[in-house]
């Protein structure tokens, strides 16, 4: 059997906005923008890398969707966002505006950092000790 997590769904506000926020400030790429109906969009962004799990951008349907706008997960984080240069993209997200909410540290496992998205999810970004290890 070959199973895989192929998108995750992330609601958010605007379609726009969260495209301009995650090509422009995180540097994902974006796959897709299909337009399904008039108020509906099949939009999907991955970073940099393999593409092997993308970001579904999907609007908020309603009053029950968009109070979970910012806090899919209730204040724990969310996603998690691998490196292979930890101190590359910390640096460059700060200077695109990303807001840290906790200052890089030194795990058993490798550096990490929190940030918020665009709407307050939380992600880590973390370079773990296997691509140091290995030289990847």
């Known amino acids: 059997m070959n199973q895989r997590i192929a998108h995750l769904t992330l609601v958010v506000r605007d379609y726009d906005e969260a495209i301009d926020f995650y090509t422009q400030k995180l540097g994902f790429i974006l796959l897709e923008d299909t337009k399904l109906s ?24 309603g009053a029950t969707q968009e109070s979970q706008i910012g806090n899919q997960t209730g204040g724990r984080v969310f996603l998690f966002l691998y490196t292979d240069d930890f101190e590359r993209d910390y640096q460059a997200y700060r200077q695109a505006g990303i ?36 030289g990847k």
């Open 38 to 61: 008039e108020t509906k969009r099949w939009v999907l962004v991955t970073p940099q890398g393999d593409g092997s799990c993308a970001l579904l951008l999907a609007k908020a349907d």
């Open 99 to 134: 807001k840290f909410v906790r200052p890089p540290k030194e795990e058993v496992y490798g550096t990490v950092a929190v940030f918020e998205d665009l709407y307050g999810n939380l992600w880590d970004l973390l370079e773990p000790n296997v691509y140091r290890s290995s």
